[in-house]
C-alpha cells in the first residue's frame, strides 16, 4: 500500500504550512539549510540569512548557540562557541529574527538545545519567538516523554516543534514521538553526530517512508549530506534535505565580507540539484 501523503493539518506555522503546500504543489522539495546565529557575529549573520532567503532556501534553520552541543560535530561546536565569544545571547538570536522577518517570508526553524530555553523561561520563550516571527522549536535534548513542558507553550504561541527521528527509532516510538511534533519531522540520517559521512540511503528511504506513513508530516533528512548530488539523492525520496556542516564549514572558511555571496552561491547550486 502507497503511504498517504504528508499532511499539513498538523502544521500550526502559518508560513511553513504554506511552504510545503507550494512545493508539494510544485512538485518540489524543501532546501533547508542550517547555519549558527551570531557566527562571527549577528550582523553577518543577517547579511547571510538574506542570501540564504534570496538564493532559494525554503526553510532556515537558525542554531541558538549552547556551550555543550552534544549532537553536532566539531564544525557546529565550533561555531557555537565563536558565537558565544562573540556575545550572542538567546534575546539577540530573537532580534535577528525580527529584523529578518521585515524583508522575507522564509520560515525561521530555531535549533538548539533546552538550557537557554529553561534561562529565559519556556512560556516566555515561546511567546518571544513567535513575537519576533520565528516559526517552530527543534530542541535536541528535549525528550519526547518531556515535550509537553514546551509544546503546550508552542501550540499556544502558534509555534512548531519539529521532532527528530532516528535510525533506532521503532515503531512503537516514532509513534510516542510524533504525539509531540508538528511542522515536519526531520529524519537524522544516521547513528552519529553533524558533519558525519552520508548513510546507506536504501536503508534511509526505508525509514523516512515509514516515519512519514506514521506521523502524516512531511519528512526532511539531515546529517551527512554535503554535496549537490547528496542533496539530488535524498530529494527523491524525502520531502526536504537539510544541510548544515558543510555550510558552517564553508562560510568559516572565508572572511566575513564574503560570506553572504558565498551563502548565496551555495544555496542556489543545492537549489538547482534539489529541483533537476
Known sequence: MDAPAPSAARTLSPRLARTFARLATEGRKAFIPYITAGDPDLATTAAIMDALAAGGASVIELGVPFSDPMADGEVIQAAM???L??????????????DFRARFDTPVV??????PLYRHGLER????????????????????E?????????????LDF?????????????????????????????AGITGDALADLD????????VRRLTGLPVAVGFGIRTPDDAARVALFADGVVVGS????????????????LALAFTQRMRAAIDL
Not at 515561546?126 to 522549536?137: L, N, V
Open 125 to 144: 520563550a515561546a511567546r518571544d519567538a513567535a513575537d519576533a516571527g520565528a516559526d517552530a522549536f527543534l530542541v535536541v535534548d528535549l525528550p519526547p
Open 81 to 83: 562557541l565563536r558565537s
Open 85 to 98: 565569544a562573540a556575545g550572542t545571547t538567546f534575546t539577540s538570536v530573537l532580534a535577528l529574527v525580527r
Open 162 to 190: 519539529i521532532a527528530l527521528f532516528t535510525p533506532t527509532s521503532s515503531a512503537e516510538r516514532v509513534r510516542t514521538i510524533a504525539a509531540e511534533a508538528s511542522g515536519f519531522a526531520y529524519y537524522v540520517s544516521m
Open 110 to 115: 530555531l535549533f538548539g538545545y533546552l538550557n
Open 203 to 210: 536503508e534511509v528511504e526505508r525509514r523516512v517512508a515509514e
Open 246 to 261: 558543510e555550510l558552517v564549514r564553508a562560510l568559516a572558511a572565508v572572511p566575513p565580507s564574503e560570506a553572504p555571496a
Open 146 to 158: 518531556e515535550a509537553h513542558e514546551l509544546t503546550t507553550h508552542l501550540h499556544r504561541a502558534s
